[in-house]
């Protein structure tokens, strides 16, 4: 059966369990599971490398791509600064997989890997089909964070085991959805370790009034159809 084309394939969009984490612990959450995910689609010749969370005690794999642990680092840094200025709050991070697509219709993404398809996306070299970013799958972490204060010791403690353990399963969660959901994801064309490039979407500071994350965050998706994301 030939591959679907991707303006005929829709965006799968996963939203994970929302985790209630303390401001302390939110760097090792969002590492164990950024990484998780991204080794799930860093289809090319990776070198796979075990690491641990230290203050939560999770082990992760990341796929060995310096690009990619420091993309991770930089988008954990905004959501801890996102958080310490807004002293905790709901927080919606997101990492979405793209593809490169011709303007005439033709799919895949560039030879030259990520790089090569940001280059596509905005253009090419003269001469040759404009391509633009196709976004055929998107993971929602959804995480509450507080400042953990009001907690003694034995709180804390209580509530890093139970955030361990919810970070395992979820980690264990998003392997299960990977190996089941498999129809969406686009043909691979590049030996690159990270086969397609990928955005991860950060809570930016929030106005005072109600609601206003919210709107922030729509300007953001709506602004993709006509500016091409930063992606690695």
């Not at 950024?34 to 969370?53: F, K, M, N, P, Q």
């Not at 361990?164 to 370790?193: C, F, W, Y």
Request: hydrophobic share 35%; net charge neutral.
């Amino acid at each position: 059966m030939p591959p679907t084309p991707s303006s005929a394939r829709r965006c799968e969009t996963f939203a994970l369990p929302p985790l209630r984490c303390e401001l302390a612990l939110v760097r090792d959450v969002l590492t164990a599971l950024v990484h998780t995910i991204a080794w799930t689609r860093a289809l090319g010749c990776a070198s796979a490398r075990d690491e641990r969370c230290e203050r939560i005690d999770v082990r992760y794999v990341t796929c060995g791509e310096s690009a990619v642990e420091t993309k991770i680092r930089e988008r954990c840094d905004a959501v801890i600064q996102w958080a310490l200025r807004n002293r905790g709050g709901e927080a919606d991070v997101s990492v979405s997989f793209y593809e490169s697509e011709r303007s005439d219709g033709a799919s895949g993404t560039s030879r030259s890997g990520v790089k090569g398809a940001l280059t596509a996306a905005i253009g090419g070299v003269m001469g040759e089909s404009k391509r633009t970013a196709v976004c055929w799958e998107r993971w929602r972490i959804g995480l509450e964070i507080f400042l953990g204060e009001e907690l003694d010791e034995d709180e804390r403690a209580r509530a890093r085991d139970a955030l361990r353990d919810q970070v395992v399963g979820t980690q264990r969660h998003i392997l299960s959805l990977v190996n089941e959901m498999k129809a969406h994801v686009p043909p691979v064309t590049t030996s690159d370790v990270v086969s397609f490039p990928f955005e991860i979407t950060t809570p930016i500071a929030r106005e005072d009034s109600p609601g206003s994350f919210g709107r922030d965050m729509l300007r953001r998706i709506a602004s993709l159809s006509s500016t091409p994301p930063s992606m690695i």
